[in-house]
């Protein structure tokens, strides 16, 4: 089954994931603070699961926003054996903007922190939970544009097995430069 959201006994964690969060800073979260400092956080689980390759459109981009993030965490793993060519993207459907150069993250361990890193050319940061280590990273802001009228989505894009399940939290720290304009989670 391509790229289905996942339900069962996680539903209620995965539906409170993909609310939106509150618009005013409510208490010292790490989304409160995020929103202290000017931005927006979108939140979207979603279950990794395709043979071959798939793009999953993530978020919905209205306007043009400043996107001062891009990260996911790794939340369940029945398989993980074949997750490749991973890359956050800006779809409009024909003309894809990749965020990232394509990453490898096969094997990954539940838990663990991926990071949109510095610039388009690198790719992707990951933080094995199964490992202690440092990052020295940094998030690389960059404007993303909704393309006329046309629905533009950021994006993330693998390649999957037979039998890859992986399930993943996946957030967008967001600013908007022009009135109207907004992230937030697909339908």
Known sequence: MAGTQVTGSTGAYIAAMNNPLPTGVQDDSPFGMMQRGGSNV?????????????????FQLNGTCQIDAVWMIIQNV?????VTGCQFKVDDAANP??????????????GSLII???VSAN????MPS????????KFQPFIAAQKG???????????????????????????????????????
Do not use: H, Y
């Open 78 to 82: 029945v398989n993980n054996t074949t």
């Open 149 to 187: 009228g046309q629905p533009t989505s950021i994006a993330f894009s693998f390649t999957g097995d037979a039998n890859t399940n992986v399930q993943a939290a996946f957030f967008v720290k967001w600013t908007a430069l022009m009135p109207g304009s907004e992230i937030k989670p697909t339908a």
């Open 123 to 126: 790719a992707l940061a990951v």
């Open 42 to 58: 979108a939140t979207k689980m979603f279950t990794l699961q395709n043979n071959g390759p798939f793009t999953a459109q993530l």
């Open 130 to 137: 199964n490992q202690c280590r440092g990052l020295d990273t």
């Open 116 to 118: 949109k890193n510095d």
């Open 97 to 110: 903007v990749p965020m990232n150069s394509a990453a490898d993250l096969s094997g990954v361990p539940p």
